[in-house]
C-alpha cells in the first residue's frame, strides 16, 4: 500500500506536470473518443424518458470506470520489476487526459485577447471553446464576464474535481469523473431533448462536483488577492447560483477578484436572469480575465499539493493501525506461548 500511495503521488505530479507542457491536443483526445462514444450510445437508446437517460450514463460512465479499473487490475498483477513504474506510467497518462486547466486558460487567453483588440468577431468565434452561452447575444463586457464565469467554474470541473477523485478512487476515480462530467455536458442541460433524458447525468455531475466545488472554493479564499472578499462573497452568494457547485465557486473567484459576476445570459437559446454575486462590486474587465487565469492556476497547484498530501497523510494512518494491531497480536503470541510452556512444566510435577 505504500507504494501505491506514492506511486499515485508521482504519477498525479507527472501527469499535471504534462498538462502544464503539452495541453489537449486537437485530434485524437481520449475525453473526445469518450465523447464520440457516448453520442453513438446517445442515438440507439434516446427516449424522451428518465429511466432511459439513467441506462445512458450507467453504461457510458460505468463502462469507462470498469475499463479503467481492469486496466489498473491488469497493472497491478504485472511482474514486480515492472508494477510500480507501470502504475506511475498509467497514472500519470491518466491525469493529464482527464485534466484541462491549461487549455481552459489557453482559450480564454484568447478570447481576451480579441475582446483587448476591439475584435468581437474573433471573440465571438472563441466563446464556445469555453461555454455555451450565445455569443451573438453578447457584447464585449458580458462576453468578458462569460469568459470569467467559465475560468471559475471549470477550474472546479476540469481540475479540481477530477483530483479530488483521484486522490480517492485512483485511476478509476479519475476516469469516471471525468465521464460524468462530459455526460453532463453532452445531455444535462435543459434542452426540449434532454431534459428528462440527462437528468440522470446532470444530477449525478452534481453528486461527483461537491467536494470538488467546495475544496475548490476553499483554494480560492486560500490564493486570491482579496480573501476576506472571496470568503464574504462565498458566504452570501454561493447558495443562490441555480447549480449547487458552480455558486460557490463562481461566488469565490468574484469576491476574490473584486468583480461582479451573475445577471442575465442568453444559453441554450434561452435566457436566464441569475442572482449577482457579489453586489456591489464593478463588473468584469477584459484585465481580470488574465487575473482570473492566473488565479485558476494557482488555485489548481493547491488543488494537487493538498489532494496528494491527503491521499499520503490517509495511507499512513491506515498503515498505522495495521502496526499497531501486529504489534499486540505479537505480544498476545508471546504470552501464549509462556502460558503454554508453564502449563507444561507444571504438568510434569517437581522432579520431573
Same mark, same amino acid.
Given at each position: 500500500m505504500r507504494g501505491e500511495h506514492a506511486g499515485y503521488a508521482c504519477g498525479a505530479a507527472l501527469g499535471f506536470l504534462g498538462d502544464l507542457i503539452a495541453a489537449d491536443p486537437r485530434r485524437g483526445h481520449p475525453v473526445a473518443a469518450f465523447g464520440r462514444a457516448a453520442a453513438a450510445v446517445e442515438r440507439r437508446l434516446w427516449r424522451d424518458h428518465r429511466g432511459w437517460g439513467a441506462a445512458h450514463t450507467v453504461l457510458c460512465a460505468?463502462?469507462?470506470a470498469a475499463g479503467a @479499473?481492469?486496466?489498473?487490475? @491488469?497493472?497491478?498483477s504485472a511482474p514486480a520489476p515492472l508494477r510500480d513504474g507501470a502504475g506511475i506510467a498509467l497514472t500519470a497518462a491518466t491525469v493529464w487526459a482527464v485534466l484541462g486547466g491549461t487549455s481552459l486558460g489557453r482559450e480564454a487567453r484568447a478570447v481576451g485577447g480579441a475582446l483587448a483588440a476591439g475584435d468581437l468577431d474573433v471573440a465571438r468565434e472563441?466563446?464556445?471553446?469555453?461555454?455555451g452561452r450565445d455569443p451573438q447575444a453578447l457584447d464585449g463586457p458580458q462576453m468578458a464576464r462569460a469568459v470569467v464565469e467559465s475560468v471559475a467554474e471549470n477550474t472546479s470541473d476540469a481540475v479540481v474535481g477530477a483530483l479530488v477523485w483521484g486522490a480517492l478512487g485512483g485511476v478509476p476515480?479519475?476516469?469516471?469523473?471525468?465521464?460524468?462530467?462530459?455526460l453532463d455536458a453532452m445531455v444535462g442541460h435543459k434542452s426540449p431533448r434532454h431534459r428528462r433524458f440527462g437528468w440522470a447525468s446532470a444530477r449525478l455531475d452534481d453528486l461527483a462536483g461537491w467536494p470538488g466545488s467546495r475544496l475548490t472554493a476553499a483554494l480560492t479564499v486560500l490564493a486570491g488577492p482579496d480573501r476576506r472578499g472571496a470568503l464574504r462573497a462565498w458566504r452570501?452568494?454561493?447558495?443562490?447560483?441555480?447549480?449547487?457547485n458552480a455558486g460557490p465557486v463562481e461566488a469565490?473567484? @468574484?469576491g476574490a477578484l473584486g468583480v461582479r459576476l451573475g445577471g442575465t445570459l442568453a444559453y441554450g437559446g434561452r435566457v436566464e436572469h441569475r442572482p449577482v454575486l457579489n453586489d456591489g462590486a464593478p463588473p468584469v474587465a477584459v484585465p481580470d480575465i488574465e487575473r482570473a487565469v492566473r488565479l485558476s492556476r494557482r488555485v489548481s497547484v493547491l488543488a494537487l499539493v493538498t489532494t496528494v498530501a491527503a491521499r499520503l497523510a490517509a495511507g499512513a494512518v491506515r498503515r498505522a493501525p495495521s502496526s499497531v494491531t501486529r504489534r499486540a497480536a505479537g505480544a498476545r503470541t508471546r504470552a501464549a506461548v509462556g502460558a503454554l510452556a508453564r502449563t507444561a512444566h507444571d504438568s510434569r510435577g517437581p522432579g520431573a
Open positions: 460505468g463502462g469507462a @479499473a481492469l486496466v489498473r487490475h @491488469a497493472v497491478r472563441r466563446l464556445p471553446h469555453l461555454c476515480g479519475l476516469v469516471a469523473f471525468r465521464a460524468v462530467n462530459t452570501a452568494d454561493g447558495g443562490a447560483h441555480p447549480s449547487p469565490s473567484f @468574484a
